[in-house]
């Protein structure tokens, strides 16, 4: 059995949302135009804690009113010229002085510092100052010994029978350079294995060679 309810059932104004929309569009804003009679206010500047006067604040420049009766009447308005030198008339910077072969210019801390040596260099002043403090005596040692057994007196040995400081020991060839036997000796050793290198490092050693002419 069937019952009709005459209860009328409250409507509300609320938009209804149907499943395919996911949301009403926004009604158009309209945009503010401020009106030319509000008088502007002054922004602070970018990086300061105060405003910068607007041009309407900044004093006019100095003017003068001339006395003589011809031009009475004329204002005469100076501006001065900026500060900064001209091209033609400024100081003439100390490179471009420098370049021209001027004798008074001062060098800067990189350019007054002494020059920076290299390894082989440094290496090599120090030798040849180890070199000196040697006497006489000990230099005609040294080439005695090497002359009398090339081979039992190595650079090494003389240097340690001598206290030379073994980084330093190489220096002792312009002392006591190797007799030519010796050289001779050193050479057909080094031939010998020279026979028994490989195609591979034959070839490496030779291309170094080529490679030593370019240099």
Known sequence: MLTLS????ATSTAPTLHR?????????RRPHYPSPLTPLTVKPT???SRPQPSLKDTPPPPASTLEDSSVRGLTFHYAPPPTAPSYTSGAVPDLLRWTRGAGDVRAS???GAPLKKSRKVREAAEGMESLKQLTGDVVQEIQRLRAEDPSKWTRKALAERFSIPASQSHHLARLAPTPKSQRERLEADLQVARNGWTWRKRFARDAREVRKEFW
């Not at 005459?6 to 059932?9: G, V």
């Not at 395919?20 to 158009?28: D, E, N």
């Open 6 to 9: 005459t209860r009328r059932t």
């Open 46 to 48: 970018a990086g300061t």
């Open 20 to 28: 395919t929309v996911l949301h009403h569009a926004r009604p158009p």
């Open 109 to 111: 801390v990189q350019a």
